[in-house]
């Protein structure tokens, strides 16, 4: 009898259907993909795993649009993002599904893993299924960092500069680490550079490899079924993969695409205003997702920073990789494995309780600097877009003052176009508290202005200062 999920054709098309059939297997290939048997029937609870394979195809889709236009370059990012949110037609949409999907991956990998935690679907010679799905959990990490730093906003900037800070805070050789993560010793074009290539080109090839290998390997162990039957009482039970399940994993599917076309819509994808190094006071945060550990990193400073970066959060990793060797017990009922269930709630609780602690210093603290900043990338938002100048109007109309090639140029460049340790200068008088006469007091006490990055010059007398700074106010 020929399986129901292979089509069937009459006529000419069916001719066709058999002449291609007999040379590329697809009824085969259909029946081991759609006839496979699931212990116990379906259920919506087995839809995590195919919704992540469907987020995953969607965040390809809309990265591709979004490569098609995006420049990476310290120069460029940040305008190649605003041209596509403001002026590409379904752009701003694209990216809100871009965005909002690499937070949908991470909600649904977490479930996912619940999932299995719950049902003991790890047990059973089981335990090269999951170390893949651990490995695909960390590529989720993965990408969810890399893509951060791409718009280069303030946001993307500072929060990428927080991260590395952690990664560099690893024994000997986290100076090391930090230089091949951001290509030298300051953030630029190199560095978007490295973290475009890691989540446009290895990160998909690793995820493709994995979900691969994922697959074929949940294939050869078949599913696990319920965890409250036995496997008599499943196999009493058994229905195919269609069109059960494939309906479910429809549904559910199409739930998160609405879900995240709704959230695309409704609230554009945030985009600040364009990295500025200088802006000392700016206060960072990560993503949503990453908070708790952010929060963590506060309880260990200076020298015991590590404990808190490395050291606790990779012994979680450690135990959540190898738990299907830690779990000896073949009792896959909830109830009766104690140890791992209240293991899971802990670290759940602790989690979210490692947020909202986050959440309520940042209230009592920050308020008011973290709602400005996300006011200013409304207002930046809701601007014109402005094709980038690429004529030399918009530098100098007159040659530098000699102060400022001598002291100034090895950072902002000869003609305040910026460079690799300075921000551009072109432009910088429309900033709020950049007058003439705040721009040479910065150049005598920069901490004093909020740019502690920037060496004191004691030796650029007041004059010198003033001629910089009327000079700096012809860069429009």
């Known amino acids: 009898m020929a399986s129901p999920a292979i089509p069937q054709f009459n006529g000419t098309l069916g001719k066709i259907y058999d002449w291609v059939d007999e040379r590329a297997g697809i009824s085969e ?3 081991e993909l759609l006839d496979e048997p699931i212990p116990g029937g379906t259920k919506y609870a087995y839809a995590f795993g195919s919704a992540l394979l469907f987020i995953f195809a969607l965040q390809s889709i809309t990265g591709v649009f979004l490569a098609m236009y995006y420049v990476p370059s310290a120069e460029d990012a940040h305008k190649s993002v605003e ?6 037609p ?3 949409f694209m990216r809100g599904m871009h965005h909002y999907g690499s937070s949908a991956m991470v909600i649904m990998v977490v479930l ?14 089981r335990e090269l299924l999951w ?3 651990a490995g695909l959990f960390q590529l989720v990490l993965a990408f969810s960092l890399s893509g951060y730093l791409l718009p280069w906003d303030m946001k993307a900037y500072y929060g990428t500069v927080v991260t590395v800070g952690i990664a560099s805070e690893v024994p000997i050789f986290g100076d090391m680490i930090k230089r091949i993560i951001i290509g030298g010793t300051e953030m630029g074009t190199i560095t978007i550079s490295r973290f475009f290539m890691v989540h446009v080109f290895l990160l998909p090839a690793l995820t493709a490899g994995g979900i691969a290998a994922h697959l074929y390997l949940f294939r050869k162990a078949q599913p696990a079924g319920p965890f409250n039957m036995t496997e008599q009482e ?25 879900i995240l076309a709704y959230l695309s819509f409704a609230t ?11 802006q000392t006071q700016y206060v960072a945060r990560p993503e949503w997702y990453f908070l708790f550990l952010f929060q963590l990193l506060k309880y260990f400073p200076g020298s015991t920073a590590i404990i808190g970066s490395l050291i606790i959060p990779g012994i979680v990793m450690a135990i959540i990789t190898f738990l299907p060797f830690l779990d000896r017990n073949p009792e896959r009922h909830p109830l009766k494995r104690p140890f791992v269930m209240l293991g899971t709630l802990a670290l759940l609780v602790a989690i979210g309780a490692l947020h909202l602690l986050a959440k309520q210093d940042d209230n009592q603290n920050f308020a008011a600097q973290l709602k400005a900043q996300e006011e200013e990338g409304a207002r930046f938002l809701k601007e014109p877009f402005e094709p980038k100048d690429t004529s030399q109007k918009s530098l100098a109309v007159a040659p530098p003052p000699e102060a400022f090639v001598k002291n100034c140029a090895v950072c902002h460049g000869e003609n305040g176009a910026g460079g690799p340790a300075g921000p551009k200068l072109v432009g910088i008088a429309k900033k709020p508290g950049r007058s003439k006469e705040e721009i040479a007091g910065l150049i005598e006490n920069p901490s004093a202005y909020d740019a502690s990055k920037m060496p004191p010059m004691p030796q650029v007398s007041a004059a010198e200062r003033a001629a910089i700074a009327e000079w700096i106010h012809t860069l429009k």
């Open 29 to 31: 290939i259909m029946h």
């Open 83 to 88: 041209y596509i949110m403001k002026e590409v």
């Open 90 to 92: 379904f752009g701003a």
């Open 112 to 125: 996912h893993i619940l999932q299995i935690v719950i049902w003991g679907a790890y047990k059973q010679k």
């Open 131 to 133: 170390l893949v799905g």
């Open 234 to 258: 499943a196999m009493f039970k058994v229905e195919p993969f269609w069109p059960g399940q494939v309906f479910k994993d429809a549904v559910f599917s199409l739930v998160v695409f609405a």
């Open 268 to 278: 554009l994808a945030p985009l600040e205003p364009k990295a500025d190094p200088s």
